[in-house]
């Protein structure tokens, strides 16, 4: 079935440094979507990005990704982290028979 | 934005009971899930409602558990009898296209 990878548990940095949350996948689907869901500390879970087509990269509140088919990857990547960015993020997969597959979740700390 | 609302936010249920989770989906989303996420892993995939039946099912989602939505009405999710494993938070979600809305969650606590 469908999987989602996302490899670092725990990121940790700077306010004012860049970040990457690395995300890969395996579908059998070649138009599954690709998103990023954002999830802050009793709220709920809400969407941060969604895949456009291969190779084209998609922007929001300073976050962007680009979906790479070549090698499975949807990377979260934004320049400058900001205090308020500390949440657990999710790369999630959607395919069209049971919506969406979740990663384990990133949790970013940023620090003063 | 559009709100899924979950009652209750927490709950607590003796093993062996039943219990009913209910949700309150986006008005006019037509897909409805029910996710399921233990303490400190990740949120995963129990079930998915549409058009009154269901339409996909993980392994996660055993006997004990069934979903309806009489009416329009709450989106429920019941677990009949409850056991120990089945504490965790879960979330309902709805949608209409690929965005997926979530709920806040319901703890669950089976004791």
């Known amino acids: 079935g469908d999987s989602v990878t996302q490899k670092e548990g725990l990121v940790t940095l700077t306010e004012g440094l860049p970040v990457m949350l690395n995300c890969t996948y395996q579908?059998?689907?070649?138009?599954?979507?690709l998103f990023w869901y954002v999830h802050y500390l009793n709220e709920s879970p809400r969407l941060l990005l969604k895949?456009?087509?291969?190779?084209k990269r998609t922007e929001h509140q300073g976050f962007h990704a680009t979906l790479h088919k070549s090698s499975s990857s949807f990377h979260l990547q934004k320049s400058s982290a900001q205090l308020s960015d500390s949440a657990l993020y999710y790369c999630?997969?959607?395919?069209?028979?049971?919506?969406?597959?979740f990663g384990l979740g990133t949790r970013v700390s940023v620090f003063p | 934005g559009p709100k899924v609302l979950q009652i209750p936010s927490h709950q607590i249920i003796d093993m062996g009971q039943m219990v009913t989770l209910n949700c309150d989906p986006v008005s006019n989303h037509l897909y409805f899930y029910w996710y399921k996420q233990i303490l400190g892993q990740q949120m995963e995939f129990l079930v998915n409602f549409y058009n009154g039946k269901v339409m996909e099912k993980s392994k996660l989602f055993k006997d004990q558990f069934s979903v309806e939505r009489p009416d329009g009405s709450y989106f429920t999710l019941k677990i009949q009898p409850t056991a120990l494993e089945d504490s965790a938070v879960y979330f309902c979600?709805?949608?209409?296209?690929?965005?997926?809305?979530f709920g806040k969650g319901t703890r669950l606590t089976v004791v």
């Open positions: 579908t059998i689907y070649s138009n599954a979507f």
């Open positions: 895949s456009s087509t291969d190779n």
């Open positions: 999630a997969l959607s395919d069209p028979a049971q919506g969406l597959t």
């Open positions: 979600a709805s949608s209409m296209t690929a965005e997926v809305f």
